[in-house]
């Protein structure tokens, strides 16, 4: 069970001696941050930035990237080995038993025991984190309706489904009502219901004024949730901004072209694309298949370039417009693809209305 449970004073930060120095506000505040494992990786390096308070904000990066590393030095379970890290206002090294009371960590695993039912489990964690016992049942209670798991309170989570898992992992990361929540790749391996459940209770929590810094490997998830995204890769931020910035690095959509005819054909038709006048500074690939074109326009212009590749000769198979992933991203920060990032276990999108309730 990896979870940072306090001793029940913990709460909002409100100023005490080495607090949070006002006027800031700030989450999380990381000044160079480096951590180097004992065998002498560098899993993070000169990673600066800062979180305001309320915000909801993304940590994007492929497998390794040091995202979990991070979370941990931000959740006092691994120490710097440099730089300065405040989180709620208190230093990471001088304060941690202060950051663990003002926090909640939902890490990777999920925590829970499948020998209880779900309201012993959160019962549980309220002991661990010793909210008052008069506030526990309706904690509780409240708990249970905001996951959405109410109905099946009395069942051990033993015969729960991963997503059920997931939520009832995430109610028990809140039980002390912090105002600062970590989910580290919460949705990782849920199928799309699923995961649209949890992002409801995310965005729940984030409007009832909870931060959440959450990391994952999916643009897809950090667009529909985070105002704001840092990107890190092998250990250093690469980009940060908010999901419209970041997907405006890309440079529009992507439009992807599948051709009959070999790498001669492949690049013929990457030269017309380039030719092609009806798209403002696009970016032209070859791919497997056939090309790739991202541009501004590539919605509106993309069946004009399909008659211009087959006047040309050129056999089109297939084509499909897309919106850009964390690869392109990445593709046009780094200039390089994503190792290590396998982009049709993505996310796929589900309206909210479609979701499972
Ligand atoms: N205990 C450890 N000892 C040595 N190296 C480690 C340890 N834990 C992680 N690493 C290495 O540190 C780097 C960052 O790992 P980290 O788990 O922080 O990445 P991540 O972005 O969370 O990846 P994932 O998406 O796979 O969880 C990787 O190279 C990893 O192999």
């Keep these: 069970m990896e979870r940072t449970a306090g001793d029940g004073t913990g709460g909002r930060t409100d100023g005490t001696e080495s607090g949070p120095d006002d006027p800031a506000r700030l989450a999380i505040d990381a000044d160079g941050l480096r951590l180097v494992y004992g065998d002498g990786t560098v899993a993070v390096e000169d990673v600066c930035f800062s979180v ?20 941990k030095v931000f959740a006092t379970l691994l120490s710097p080995t440099g730089g300065t890290v405040r989180v709620n206002g208190f230093d990471v090294r001088d304060a941690s038993r202060k950051v663990r009371e003002s926090i909640g960590y939902m890490a990777q695993e999920t925590s829970i025991d499948p020998e209880l039912t779900a309201r012993e489990n959160i019962q549980f964690a309220c002991e661990a984190y010793g909210v008052p016992r008069g506030d526990r049942d309706d904690r ?11 109905a099946e309170a009395d069942k051990r989570a033993e015969e729960f489904s991963g ?10 990361a809140l039980v002390h009502e912090p105002p600062l929540v970590f989910l580290d790749e919460p949705t990782t391996g849920l199928d799309p219901k699923a995961r649209n459940r949890l992002w409801d209770y995310f965005r729940a929590i984030n409007d009832r004024g909870t931060t959440i810094f959450l990391t994952t490997q999916y643009l897809e998830e950090a667009d529909q949730l985070c105002d704001r995204l840092a990107v890190i890769a092998n250990g250093e931020i690469v980009a940060e901004g908010s999901p419209t910035d970041l997907k ?34 696009a970016t032209v690939e070859t791919t497997a298949d056939g090309i790739g074109v ?24 297939g084509f499909n417009v897309r919106a850009p992933t964390l690869d392109d991203v990445f593709l046009a920060i780094t200039g390089d693809h994503v190792d290590g990032l396998d982009e049709a276990s993505g996310p796929a999108t589900v309206a909210a209305g479609e979701a499972d309730r």
């Design 52 to 71: 305001p308070e309320g915000e909801f904000f993304g940590f994007l990066g492929p497998n390794g990237a040091g995202k979990t590393t991070t979370i």
């Design 140 to 150: 509780i209670d409240e708990l249970l309706d905001l996951v959405d798991l109410a």
């Design 163 to 172: 997503g059920m898992k997931k939520r009832l992992d995430a109610a028990t």
């Design 248 to 281: 405006r690095r890309v440079g529009g959509d992507v439009l992807e072209i599948d051709l009959d005819g070999g790498r001669d054909a492949r690049e013929r038709a990457a030269a017309v694309a380039r030719e092609f006048g009806g798209f403002d500074d």
């Design 294 to 317: 991202t541009a501004g326009t590539a919605r509106q212009h993309g069946t004009d370039l399909l008659v211009r590749l087959r006047d040309e000769g050129l056999t089109v198979t």
